[in-house]
């Protein structure tokens, strides 16, 4: 009786740590998966946020040639005005332009600083993506080491019993107590 308890409880222990395998296998597999869809994900933002750096780009240079447009149109009218009072060669012509120019040489350096703003605020978050991929690689491997580290240590702990498995399977004689 004592052999078929050995084999019933060597079959337990075979079917255990066959579970405990199947089980690390899968945790490696979905932390993978997970890794691969994380990192899908981060790739996935990275467009978006390009799409709106291409946005924010075009917003930029209509942005600048409504001011040339209108800086035109100031001009235009400055010197329609001027010469309706026949002083288009006068001071006043020259100072309505000087105004028009130092509007648009304003407006113009407050578009090209906030395309610059926007632009470093594109490329701090094209680095913060690439972290997040990064670590998101990092926690899948981490979870991989964690699986393989489990069912090390199983084996481990299992080896006393795998040994007597064996021992039976192959007919090789127990070792047993003698008075």
């Keep these: 009786m004592p052999a078929f308890s050995s084999l019933i409880m060597g079959a337990t222990a075979a079917v255990g740590l066959g579970l405990q395998v199947a089980g690390s296998k899968k945790q490696v597999d979905a932390s993978q998966q997970a890794a691969a869809a994380q990192t899908q994900m981060i790739k ?16 930029a240079k ?8 209108s800086a035109q149109k100031s001009r235009s009218m400055s010197l329609a005005t001027a010469s309706n009072q ?3 060669f006068g001071s006043g012509l020259q100072g309505a332009y000087g105004e028009t120019s130092g509007q ?3 407006q113009e350096l407050a578009v090209g600083q906030n395309l ?17 991929i990064a670590l998101a690689q990092a926690q899948g491997q981490a979870a991989i080491g964690a699986g393989l580290s489990s069912l090390g240590g199983s084996l481990v702990s299992s080896a006393g019993l795998i040994g007597k498995i064996g021992a039976g399977a192959f007919g090789s004689p127990s070792p047993s107590k003698t008075a």
């Design 44 to 59: 996935d933002q990275q467009a978006i946020e390009a799409q709106r750096n291409q946005l924010m780009q075009l917003e």
């Design 86 to 88: 026949g002083a288009q």
């Design 116 to 132: 610059q703003i926007g632009n470093n605020i594109f490329g701090l978050n094209a680095n913060v993506s690439q972290d997040k």
């Design 62 to 69: 209509r942005k600048q040639m409504e001011l040339v447009r």
């Design 104 to 106: 648009f040489n304003t």
